[in-house]
């Protein structure tokens, strides 16, 4: 049964505190993206990587890290300089050989108590 | 920057048509995806023109006009489960990544 996993699927941080969100993939996919989605917004790129071992910052990284150390994983840590955390956050995969097409996993909902 | 440009409503009724535009300013363009959204739900892709003219898949058309930097998304024999989020993205290459941008979204409304 192919697909992304991303879980928890409720996530709930205390301040200062460090959280980090799964996103495991056996699509085989090469590329890999991490996006936060605000109520109405549309979806903002944190971080993406194109192979193992190698991944670039996107539009909004301050405040958050990931990690490519398998093909099929790619965790984002929220950490606690990200002031504003409490979103929808979706990660992606990409087959870079065969088009543009995005994978999306079912998401993480980040809530600050 | 990069930033797209689409309405944030659109409503319409049941078997209707229905055209949701995208305008884009994208260094670097490779071309113009879309995507449909529920609520609460994960995006799922509909359509992606990286050439001028239309792209067609069942009910779903998507048009691109790289001279005006400009897309639609045209929707027919709309349904009730058509209402949804939809998002046009950009994607753009440096140094052979390819970067997608999304925009806001299009909230889409289907009456009855």
């Known amino acids: 049964d192919g697909g992304i996993t991303q879980s928890p699927k409720y996530l709930f941080r205390k301040e200062g505190q460090n959280v980090t969100l799964s996103c495991e993939q056996n699509?085989?996919?090469?590329?890999m993206y991490w996006y936060r989605q605000d109520p109405g917004q549309g979806l903002r790129l944190i971080y993406y990587s194109q192979i193992v071992n190698d991944f670039q910052k996107g539009d909004i990284a301050e405040g958050y890290s990931v990690s490519r150390e398998k093909k099929e994983s790619f965790p984002l840590t929220v950490t606690s300089a990200q002031k504003n955390p409490t979103a929808f956050y979706l990660c992606?995969?990409?087959?870079?050989?065969?088009?543009?097409?995005?994978?999306f996993g079912p998401g993480t909902r980040l809530l600050v108590l | 920057g990069q930033s797209l440009e689409q309405p944030s409503e659109v409503t319409a009724v049941e078997g209707a048509i229905v055209q949701i535009n995208c305008t884009y300013q994208?260094?670097?363009?490779?071309?113009l995806s879309w995507y449909q959204q529920h609520d609460g739900g994960a995006p799922t892709f509909l359509s992606y023109?990286?050439?001028?003219g239309l792209e067609e898949t069942g009910r779903f058309s998507s048009f691109l006009s790289r001279s005006d930097s400009y897309g639609y998304l045209l929707l027919q024999e709309l349904q009730m489960k058509d209402s949804a989020s939809y998002f046009c993205?950009?994607?753009?290459?440096?140094?052979?990544?390819?970067?997608?941008?999304f925009g806001r979204g299009t909230s889409l409304i289907v009456h009855p």
């Open positions: 992606a995969t990409r087959e870079t050989s065969a088009g543009e097409t995005q994978y």
């Open positions: 699509l085989n996919h090469d590329a």
């Open positions: 023109n990286a050439l001028d």
């Open positions: 993205a950009s994607s753009r290459g440096t140094g052979g990544s390819y970067i997608p941008t």
């Open positions: 994208t260094s670097g363009f490779y071309g």
